[in-house]
């Protein structure tokens, strides 16, 4: 599995594609992108009176061969092979996670405008805007996210709560 820090700087991933191992990504560090996870949160106003709340995840990844590791290593992915992996996260539409330095953001999908693609000489920027609705809460820890025992919510009668680490697949 990739690893935050060394040879990427986020991973995508859902339980879906690849088992859930998910593609490790580099962030565009450019003056203009600047180099982070963008989180935007919303709350409309529905006809009872009552709040829903949205957020919208956005980050731009580059792809291409030869780039350089967060740890100063040659990025071992190819643009082609990440670019593919990448989409088939995407192409799941739900369920897709960001797992960053900070903690992990879950549950998110990608509908309507969720990527901008810019393909100039050998490597790809893509920014992704992927988004939730429902409680929104802070990102997870990324320790007891990674370390938390996947099961299928239909199956499994117990609580799931942080304080088990159980999550539904």
């Not at 309507?112 to 805007?129: M, P, W």
């Amino acid at each position: 599995m990739a690893s935050i820090g060394t040879d990427c700087d986020v991973v995508l991933f859902n339980p879906a594609v690849e088992g859930g191992a998910g593609v490790g990504c580099l962030l565009d560090k450019s003056r203009l992108a600047r180099g982070g996870v963008n989180v935007f949160r919303s709350a409309y106003k529905q006809a009872d009176g009552s709040y829903k709340d949205s957020q919208v995840i956005t980050l731009t990844v580059l792809l291409g061969d030869g780039l350089v590791n967060p740890d100063g290593a040659i990025h071992t992915g190819g643009r082609a092979d990440e670019y593919g992996r990448l989409f088939s996260i995407l192409n799941q539409r739900a369920g897709i996670g960001v797992m960053t330095g900070e903690g992990v953001y879950s549950g998110l999908y990608a509908s309507g405008h969720y990527a901008i693609e810019d393909h100039s000489g050998r490597v790809s920027r893509v920014t992704l805007q992927l988004s939730s609705e429902g409680e929104i809460f802070a990102p997870a820890d990324r320790d007891r996210f990674e370390q938390s025992l996947w099961v299928d919510g239909s199956a499994y009668a117990g609580t799931m709560s942080w304080d088990n680490s159980y999550w539904r697949a």
